[in-house]
């Protein structure tokens, strides 16, 4: 990885997860090293500078982007044959409009004929369509969403919502740690 760049582990594991064969290694721990920084605009260091400079709590992306997200994803299998404009317009219509503007801005309408074209299989489709809808274009979508639609909320409303509307048990969470330690347990009884 190229140590200089703003954003390396995370391009870096997208190269990775599009090659798949790739697993989770528990035998181990990394402990990355948050450090202040104004190198870059974006990522750790400069969250961290931001927040100590307005002794905020951090804030990160609406939950409500999250389930576009999901109600899209669950579209894909629509979007397979179109070749039409009508036909493409017509399926944005059952995505939300965060979604539908997103694809419209970024001429998703080519890439989907070209897609489509280069598919013989449903499951071959599919591949191609996350390969064009991949991590860097969720993280695009995601500020797409919020410079036009949402607003950012503190992680802890987040986590609220969370618990709320997916985890079945009942928590009453004291701290922030409380509530890492909590979903970190969740997360490794789901496997």
């Known amino acids: ?19 798949g064969n790739f697993g989770e290694l528990n035998t ?5 090293s948050p450090r202040f920084s104004a190198r870059v605009p974006f990522g750790t260091g400069a969250s961290l500078r931001k927040r100590e400079e307005n002794n905020e709590e951090i804030k990160t992306y609406n939950f409500s982007a999250f389930e576009d997200l999901k109600i899209f994803l669950k579209e894909i299998p ?9 036909d493409f317009d017509r399926i944005l219509l ?3 409009k965060t979604i539908a503007q997103f694809l419209r801005v970024k001429n998703f309408y080519l890439s989907l004929k070209k897609i489509n074209k280069n598919t013989k299989t ?10 064009w809808f991949n991590s ?6 995601l500020n797409f969403a919020h410079e036009f639609f949402y ?8 986590a609220e919502i969370l618990l709320k509307k ?6 009453e969470v004291k701290n922030m740690k409380e509530l890492l330690v909590f979903f970190r347990k969740i997360e490794k009884n789901r496997k």
């Open 94 to 96: 059952k995505v939300p």
């Open 166 to 171: 997916y985890i079945d048990e009942k928590k």
């Open 28 to 32: 181990t721990k990394v402990i990355p």
């Open 151 to 158: 607003q950012k909320i503190n992680v802890s409303i987040s």
């Open 122 to 131: 449903d499951e071959s489709f599919v591949k191609r369509f996350h390969a």
């Open 78 to 86: 629509n979007f397979r044959n179109i070749d039409d404009r009508k």
């Open 1 to 19: 990885m190229n140590r200089k760049r703003a954003g390396e582990d995370f391009y870096f594991l997208q190269k990775i997860i599009a090659l």
């Open 136 to 141: 860097f274009r969720v993280l695009k979508f």
